[in-house]
């Protein structure tokens, strides 16, 4: 039969497929067309397309990823002592003590011609072999073991530790849906059979157990297994992961050429590369990977070019084992740098994540980071630079405040080198006045101490090097809100937060007491951003 229809419906199914096929890629198309056509920027602002709620929610995917493995971790829990339970019960009524409607549920199946209930099958049965032998024990009991390899590996400490561990152990994913599409299969949950219920009246028959071999309006009741139907929830997600995969293996043969190597002294590994149509917007990041290191690990790093350069950057800090062979690879260490021609291959994915550009949406903007959550921002001041020195774009944007907060003394060498060319060029068009940066700088010893202290009144600072002076110590938030409101008694101020989740805290109560109650004073609108 169904031959026979493949036969004389293959033609039909083909076409439809095709033109269903044709219409999703010329939606997607179109758009993406209006997404990026300048003519219709105004059309998606009114519409709420510039990185609208929803978007902000999709930058939220990793949340939502631990939400999901929460959820699943707490349902399995549940899941797996309630058949614990259950396996104790099914043993409990097949004892000398069961009695009744149990005790004669439990002994179906002894003779011909009857199907069991109860998988336990005499009181003597050992439950944990006896789980052990069928299909939905042994694939419950991968499910369990792959969840919790999964879990504990993820957790932030793992992750500092070895990084790889955290990787390969996620891959277990695989073992986890397999098992969980069959775990169903051995059908241990057995219920009444639609034909059985047709001649079996439960409602009738429950109370006259002892007569169902001889009453005709109760013949014994026949059982089955439900049909496993988990991989009905997990085809979903596999087939969208495998095309996701698809597309990645496609972007992976995409050639990227390393335009230039950059080793800085702080152990961050500056790289430029193109790639054809590539696109990005400040604040989004890619996903690298070195095939002569592994051709199996993607690590994520935020762009930290503009979209106005002609190829585009990452910086890297050595961190981790990967990141030390990356280093390695580029023999950045020594400062030695290649011909691009000898240089290790790199594939690139991405650019992912919403783009930062809320803030041109703002008269006056304020960017605090916090160590390593300067780096988007490295893209959105140079993206700043640019627009300002457009002719033909108007910048709703005339005041940006720029915070960062750092510990080591060394991070500031890679980032002060993009303020000191910023402060430069801003100097020479004579727009000093755009940019206002504060570097805070909260460790250091004895040494460094007396080594600042004796270069206090040099015109540039000793660390960075920037005209600006490094404060020592943690900001005063309530100071400086209080110096911004003041500043800019009349404005709708944007305030752009990327570290630590104190930090953000401490951002979003300032941003609530210095908002004025009067509509037209100063408001701050916080906005926490991702990396």
């Known amino acids: 039969m169904m031959g026979c229809w493949m036969l004389n419906e293959s033609v039909s199914v083909v076409l439809a497929l095709s033109w269903l096929g044709v219409n999703l890629y010329l939606f997607i198309d179109t758009f993406r067309w209006y997404g990026e056509e300048e003519s219709f920027f105004y059309t998606r602002v009114i519409l709420g397309c510039c990185r609208g709620p929803w978007r902000r929610h999709l930058d939220k995917n990793l949340q939502f990823h631990k939400l999901v493995a929460y959820g699943i971790a707490i349902n399995a829990t549940i899941h797996t002592a309630a058949h614990l339970c259950n396996l104790e019960r099914y043993h409990l009524s097949q004892s000398a003590e069961a009695a009744g409607l149990l005790a004669a549920l439990s002994k179906l199946g002894d003779t011909t011609n009857e199907s069991y209930i109860n998988p336990i099958r005499t009181s003597h049965t050992n439950t944990t072999t006896e789980l052990l032998s069928t299909i939905a024990g042994v694939t419950g009991l991968l499910i369990s073991l792959a969840l919790i390899l999964i879990m504990t590996s993820s957790t932030?400490?793992?992750?500092?530790?070895?990084y790889e561990l955290f990787w390969y152990t996620h891959h277990m994913?695989?073992?986890?849906?397999?098992?969980?599409?069959?775990?169903?299969?051995?059908?241990i949950v057995r219920g009444q059979t639609p034909e059985s219920l047709l001649l079996h009246n439960v409602t009738f028959c429950r109370d006259h157990y002892a007569k169902w071999q001889a009453a005709a309006q109760c013949p014994v009741p026949q059982f089955s297994g439900k049909e496993p139907s988990a991989w009905k929830w997990v085809a979903g997600p596999v087939v969208l992961y495998a095309c996701e995969r698809v597309i990645r293996f496609w972007r992976f043969q995409q050639e990227v050429v390393i335009t230039k190597v950059v080793s800085h002294p702080s152990g961050v590994l500056e790289l430029h590369m193109k790639k054809r149509n590539f696109k990005m917007a400040p604040g989004q990041y890619v996903l690298l990977q070195c095939p002569s290191i592994s051709s199996l690990e993607w690590h994520p790093f935020t762009?930290?070019?503009?979209?106005?350069e002609d190829f585009f950057s990452v910086h890297i800090?050595?961190?981790g084992d990967w990141t030390r062979?990356?280093?390695?690879?580029?023999?950045?260490?020594?400062?030695?740098?290649?011909?691009?021609?000898?240089?290790?291959?790199?594939?690139v994915d991405?650019?992912?994540?919403?783009?930062?550009?809320?803030?041109?949406?703002?008269?006056?903007?304020v960017c605090i980071a916090a160590g390593i959550g300067v780096t988007p921002f490295a893209a959105l001041l140079k993206s700043i630079w640019y627009k300002s020195c457009e002719s033909q774009t108007q910048l709703k944007l005339s005041k940006v405040y720029f915070y960062w907060i750092c510990r080591d003394p060394s991070a500031f060498e890679w980032f002060a080198d993009l303020l000191l060319s910023l402060e430069?060029?801003?100097?020479?068009?004579?727009?000093?006045?755009?940019?206002?940066?504060h570097i805070f700088l909260t460790g250091w010893d004895e040494n460094q101490a007396i080594h600042i202290a004796l270069h206090w009144d040099e015109n540039t600072d000793v660390i960075t090097g920037l005209k600006q002076k490094t404060f020592y110590g943690r900001p005063n938030w309530n100071n400086e809100f209080?110096?911004?409101?003041?500043?800019?008694?009349?404005?709708?101020?944007?305030?752009?937060?990327?570290?630590?989740?104190?930090?953000?805290?401490?951002?979003?109560?300032?941003?609530?007491?210095?908002?004025?109650?009067?509509?037209?004073?100063?408001?701050?609108?916080?906005?926490?951003?991702?990396?």
């Open 173 to 187: 994913f695989i073992i986890f849906f397999i098992s969980l599409s069959i775990h169903g299969a051995g059908r």
């Open 303 to 308: 762009l930290t070019s503009a979209p106005q």
């Open 424 to 437: 430069t060029r801003m100097s020479e068009q004579g727009k000093t006045h755009l940019l206002s940066y």
């Open 482 to 531: 209080r110096q911004i409101a003041y500043n800019h008694p009349s404005s709708s101020i944007g305030v752009f937060s990327c570290g630590p989740k104190a930090l953000s805290k401490t951002i979003q109560r300032m941003c609530r007491v210095y908002s004025s109650a009067d509509p037209r004073g100063v408001h701050f609108y916080y906005n926490k951003e991702s990396f």
């Open 350 to 365: 991405g650019p992912f994540g919403a783009a930062l550009t809320d803030v041109f949406h703002y008269p006056v903007s």
């Open 317 to 319: 800090r050595t961190a």
């Open 156 to 162: 932030e400490f793992i992750r500092q530790i070895s």
């Open 325 to 347: 062979a990356l280093q390695k690879a580029f023999e950045a260490e020594g400062q030695a740098i290649k011909e691009p021609r000898s240089l290790p291959r790199l594939a």
